[in-house]
């Protein structure tokens, strides 16, 4: 079986302030339906099978409460988490703000400046109560490494395949560039006193220029 055809479950976590419409959005990526009623979330979890640019992906997706709720639990996800999608409502700029803090927290427990993340500006349908304007949330998303920025509608399903997409790439991206190299394995067999298997090695090339 070729790597390109072989599906990898992938993590992703969905975090942000309550009332930004993270329930929604990951409801309309997963069962494309939308969530009129506001229920606040203490954690839903979800699978859905996608392929990226030619590769299976299982996604687990995990819905979040508020960053003002349940914090404790927090640090678990972000362990566990490989990407992450930051909701913020362009109607609220505290919820902007708080992504900075979220981001932080992700690069310490991950000790990881280049974690997979995608900020996502959603209810990008009620644009005449918009208080965060596309320039603002551009210029931090270029100041955190040019961490993709979407702005997005769950009620109206606006871009919302696109973002859980662009997470994906990233993973597999970052997912490649962590696998050995063929000069790994010489080192290792040659220690272990075994001759590297050249014809592995070649699939593993083939899949890493899939991207």
């Not at 942000?16 to 959005?25: E, H, M, N, P, Q």
């Not at 100041?143 to 606006?158: F, K, L, M």
């Not at 990233?170 to 696998?179: A, F, H, L, S």
Request: aromatic share 8%; hydrophobic share 35%.
């Amino acid at each position: 079986m070729s790597r390109t055809s072989q599906r990898r479950d992938y993590h992703i976590v969905v975090l942000g302030a309550g009332g930004v419409g993270k329930s929604c959005l990951t409801a309309q990526f997963v069962q494309n339906v939308w969530i009129e009623s506001y229920d606040p979330t203490i954690e839903d979890s979800y699978r859905k099978q996608i392929e990226v640019d030619g590769r299976q992906c299982m996604l687990e997706i995990l819905d979040t409460a508020g960053t003002e709720q349940f914090t404790a639990m927090r640090e678990l996800y972000m362990k566990t988490g490989q990407g992450f999608l930051l909701v913020f409502s362009i109607t609220s700029q505290s919820s902007l703000a708080e992504l900075a803090e979220l981001r932080e927290q992700i690069i310490r427990i991950k000790d990881d400046e280049n974690v997979p993340i995608v900020i996502v500006g959603n209810k990008s349908d009620l644009e005449e109560d918009r208080v965060v304007t596309r320039q603002r949330a551009f210029t931090i998303s270029q100041s955190w490494g040019n961490a993709p920025y979407y702005e997005t509608s769950a009620r109206q399903r606006a871009n919302v395949d696109e973002v859980f997409i662009d997470l994906c790439r990233q993973i597999i991206r970052k997912d490649n560039t962590t696998m050995p190299s063929f000069d790994d394995e010489v080192v290792h067999h040659r220690r272990e006193g075994r001759r590297p298997h050249r014809t592995r090695r070649k699939k593993r090339d083939r899949g890493c220029t899939i991207l």
